[in-house]
């Protein structure tokens, strides 16, 4: 009974192996927004010598900001969701598998390795998330038309909770 009862409990801690798909996809996950972002930003400043030309309107080079604008802030979602899914990777890998060998001597590791219990990483995730949030309601914002008072009280609600929100995140740091 005693043999029966240590394999089961060395095959109950061998299963937290199975993580490593999570982490496998998750890597290729944030690689694949990487790249996606970064195609994205590279059209985007391709597109930007018509604003320079000299035949463009004052109305085509405001519709042109105001769409570059919006790309940018669509590069800056993609970049924060492959940071998401490289925390996730890095923080699953940390708690499931074991230490990440090069970032033990890295002094940039302490700034993106600080998660040592699950409740570590969903904070970290939380934050990073909470930040994608913000960036898509500035993304919506610059494509809101403000037709009626309701529409620009609406808007600074959402101001006002986007700051409430960000600074009960950062007090929950203190305690």
Do not use: C
Not at 43 to 59: D, G, K, R, V
């Amino acid at each position: 009974m005693q043999g029966l009862v240590k394999y089961f409990e060395t095959a109950l801690w061998q299963s937290r192996l199975v993580v490593i798909f999570a982490v496998i996809t998750s890597l290729l996950s944030a690689f694949t927004m990487f790249y996606i972002a970064s195609v994205d930003a590279f059209f985007m400043i391709s597109h930007l010598a018509e604003y320079i030309s000299p035949e463009m309107s004052t109305l085509e080079r405001g519709e042109l900001r105001g769409e570059t604008v919006t790309h940018v802030v669509e590069i800056i979602d993609g970049y924060l969701l492959a940071t998401v899914l490289l925390i996730f990777a890095m923080g699953l890998y940390e708690l499931f598998i074991g230490k990440i060998g090069p970032a033990q001597n890295d002094v940039t590791a302490s700034n993106v390795l600080l998660i040592n219990s699950l409740d570590d990483l969903k904070n970290r995730l939380a934050k990073v998330i909470l930040m994608i949030l913000i960036v898509r309601f500035f993304e919506y914002a610059i494509a809101m038309d403000f037709t009626t008072p309701v529409d620009l009280l609406a808007f600074s609600g959402g101001i006002a909770l986007i700051g409430l929100s960000l600074y009960l995140s950062h007090a929950g740091e203190k305690y």
